[in-house]
């Protein structure tokens, strides 16, 4: 079963009927503790990342703990965000902090006319991890298992992610960010799989089936 | 890079697609589900629902045609057409719209920019603007094109975008069903006013249409309607196309 987060930021109409079309087990939680009996937890989320303050305390604590012991978690969009250590929309909220690093406003660029929010389709440029990483079955991205480098996908943001060792993929706008993120159980994606046709399905799909749901 | 999007509007009234010319003589285009999904296979990258009649008794057929759709495709979904209150844009995002699309009610209370954007975010707000030429100038009609509301199209755009929009929707009234060509000075014009996101309107005859208002007309995204729905071009072979004359475009 998968316990789908419900923390008020966006709605979360589009990722329960992508998820239903999969044939997914989930649920969304109405206490912290209902997520101890889930095999993977998926935090969505549009909008301000103010919004995730109201993670903090027991939700945040039930998900750190949870992952701690081997759950699978991604975060989608804000989600994604959430799982660094904070970001500048927001000084005083943290994240969860599993992967380091902090999330920044990206630039933009008049001249060449990259308008932010980023808005729209772009390409994931697979990095080197993502073919070559150790996981746990010693093969590559779990999460990007049978995409073709260059499957382009749906953003809509305005902060982004820095390029660290977790970055399974990049995607290049004014800048280049993290678009998927990558570490043993934690997952993140900067764009919207259940926005994204069928390239994003099939990562919500890899998700489902690294969560054994 | 970002790509430049190809957006499939459908005009719906009473739970079917209908398409007009200059926004009159109304026709029947198909059931909504059936024509997103085939849009989805042939590559559409967004899909918009506008509701030409948006009155009450629509208003739940509304919420069915949006629900149908988004069933069917794991796409951007926005819907318009007879907005006017922040219930109205919780009602379609509920049923499953990602962002609206304000027109008439943005003029009457631009106030309602606002509050939808710090309610969803500026992402999930499009200002559509529906415009003509007039004396050198570029003037907004409300009300489907009916009342003159007396204001500058460029000037409107920036008003919106300090407001809150995530995008403006620009339709040309004038090429509007022609088939004559997107109205690219036009574009050009809200494009180099705003820094967010224009999505061009009106007039998609030809595929070079597209090509002339990605380049000439600056525009970020481009949507049609009656190009598509007559099966006459597929969205794939219109990508093929713009790839072929140097426009990025998801394939």
């Known amino acids: ?110 001249e060449r006319r990259l308008k932010i929010p980023h808005v729209g389709w772009n390409a994931l440029d697979f990095r080197a991890l993502a073919t070559t990483r ?18 382009q996908v749906y953003f809509t943001h305005s902060y982004a992610a820095p390029v660290t060792d977790a970055c399974v993929a990049a995607t290049t706008h004014s800048e280049t960010f993290a678009s998927v993120v990558e570490r043993d159980n934690i997952f993140g994606v900067q764009f919207h799989p259940e926005k994204s046709s069928d390239a994003g399905l099939s990562i919500l799909r890899n998700f489902l089936r690294v969560s054994a749901c | 890079m970002l790509t430049k999007r190809i957006i499939a509007c459908l005009d719906v009234r009473d739970g079917q697609v209908v398409k007009g010319v200059q926004f009159q003589q109304l026709r029947h285009a198909g059931d909504p589900g059936e024509l997103a999904k085939r849009y989805n296979v042939e590559g559409i990258d967004e899909v918009v629902i506008l509701d030409i009649t948006a009155t009450l008794e629509s208003r739940q057929a509304l919420a069915r045609t949006i629900d149908a759709v988004a069933r069917e495709i794991f796409l951007p979904l926005t819907v318009g057409g007879g907005i006017r209150s922040e219930d109205d844009a919780a009602a379609a995002v509920d049923a499953g ?54 204001r500058d199209a460029v000037e409107w755009a920036r008003e919106a975008e300090t407001r809150g929009a995530g995008e403006i929707l620009l339709t040309s009234m004038d090429r509007d069903g022609t088939r004559a060509g997107f109205d690219c000075e036009m574009t050009a014009a809200v494009a180099d006013a705003v820094d967010i996101p224009v999505i061009a309107s009106g007039g998609a005859g030809t595929f070079d249409h597209f090509t002339e208002v990605f380049t000439r007309g600056c525009a970020d995204a481009a949507l049609a309607a009656s190009i598509f729905h007559y099966a006459e071009s597929s969205v794939a072979d219109l990508k093929r196309h713009l790839r072929a004359h140097g426009i990025p475009v998801r394939l």
């Not at chain 1, 150790?134 to 499957?151: C, F, K, V």
Request: with cysteine; hydrophobic share 45%.
């Open chain 2, 97 to 150: 719209a990602d962002k609206v699309s304000l027109n008439t009610a943005a003029l009457k209370d631009p106030e309602l920019i606002s509050k939808l954007a710090v309610r969803y975010g500026s992402q999930a707000v499009i200002v559509a603007i529906d415009a003509k030429r007039a004396e050198g100038r570029y003037g907004v009609y409300v009300r489907s094109g009916t009342s003159d509301a007396a």
């Open chain 1, 134 to 151: 150790s996981s746990p079955e010693g093969r590559g991205s779990r999460l990007l298992s049978g995409l073709d480098d260059g499957a």
């Open chain 1, 1 to 110: 079963m998968i316990a789908l987060i419900d923390y008020g930021a966006g709605n979360l109409t589009s990722v329960r009927k992508a998820l239903t079309a999969l044939g997914a087990d989930f649920v969304v939680p109405r206490l912290p503790a209902d997520i101890d009996s889930a095999r993977g937890v998926i935090v969505p989320g549009v909008g301000h990342f103010a919004a995730t303050a109201a993670l903090e305390g027991a939700w945040l604590e039930a998900i750190a703990r949870n992952v701690a012991d081997g759950t699978a978690l991604l975060g989608i969009c804000l989600g994604l965000q959430w799982l660094f250590e904070g970001s500048d929309e927001a000084p005083n909220v943290r994240g969860l902090g599993v992967l380091p690093g902090r999330i920044v406003r990206l630039r933009g660029n008049a």
